[in-house]
């Protein structure tokens, strides 16, 4: 069955049960994705993404010597954590500014988080994933005759309709699409990657893409960092010359101190 068409059925199936029943979960097999960034051109598009807002990355990377080179794409973004430390030091200046869904996603108040500096700063810098940006207010049309409507348009965040006058001074990121997701949808990074890389679906549907990919791969969720992530990635396993597990090949992105 095709890969979309095997998604979607299961996005039908999870939609008919309760939000507290869903657990949404994506799998990124990197054996699959060819770095071509649509994903990342999706998400900007589908959130109204600022210039140096982005909710998603793919880093490209060589790793080893001539004639055993491995060269792979990384695409990341928010992992959802079912422990975040964002939530965590944002609760220390301004309670509710981040707050975990029943299905799992964390959802941004980007109007509170703007008003608290303290909190948007602190739960930024503790992301280990580098997966928080702000929004500091600029447009791609800036120094131009005018600003284009698709960069001042009303967007859906977690089914709010806002404005980027809304999110300026905020912290921004990954959504899941929730408001795709509440409305039938499977997240716009999925249903553009060309090379079917991303998997998206309920992890509690035993009859789901992703409970079976769960069940039948390694995966790699960052256990370490006790964060509990959401976003699993498959596949490092059969690369005979990157060592995807060890911190040297980890620092290769995110850099000694273990951020972006």
């Given at each position: ?31 699959k ?11 900007a ?15 490209d ?34 309670k ?17 988080l ?19 940006s ?55 990074c ?26 039948k ?44």
């Amino acid at each position: 069955m095709n890969q979309r068409k095997r998604l979607m059925m299961d996005l039908e199936r999870a939609m008919k049960k309760p939000l507290s029943q869903r657990s949404w979960v994506m799998i990124i097999d990197i054996r699959k994705c060819v770095g071509c960034t649509s994903c990342v051109v999706a998400c900007a598009a589908e959130n109204v993404c600022s210039p140096g807002t982005s909710y998603r990355w793919v880093f490209d990377q060589e790793f080893g010597d001539y004639p055993n080179v491995d060269r792979f794409f990384m695409p990341t973004n928010c992992q959802q954590c079912d422990n975040p430390p964002c939530k965590r030091a944002a609760d220390k200046y301004a309670k509710g500014g981040i707050t975990k869904r029943p299905d799992g996603i964390v959802r941004f108040d980007y109007i509170k988080l703007a008003n608290h500096k303290m909190a948007a700063k602190t739960a930024k810098e503790a992301c280990p994933y580098g997966a928080i940006s702000y929004d500091y207010g600029q447009y791609y049309t800036d120094g131009t005759p005018r600003r284009e409507p698709y960069e001042t348009r009303t967007f859906l965040a977690y089914n709010d309709s806002l404005s980027r006058k809304e999110t300026t001074g905020s912290i921004r990121k990954c959504t899941f699409c929730a408001h795709r997701l509440d409305n039938g949808m499977l997240p716009a990074c999925v249903t553009t990657c060309i090379g079917d890389a991303m998997y998206f679906g309920d992890a509690n549907d035993p009859k789901s893409k992703v409970h079976e990919l769960m069940r039948k791969n390694r995966w790699n969720p960052h256990a370490s960092l006790g964060t509990k992530p959401r976003v699993y990635y498959i596949g490092y396993e059969k690369r005979a010359n990157i060592a995807f597990a060890t911190n040297k090949t980890c620092e290769m992105c995110h850099g000694e101190g273990g951020k972006l």
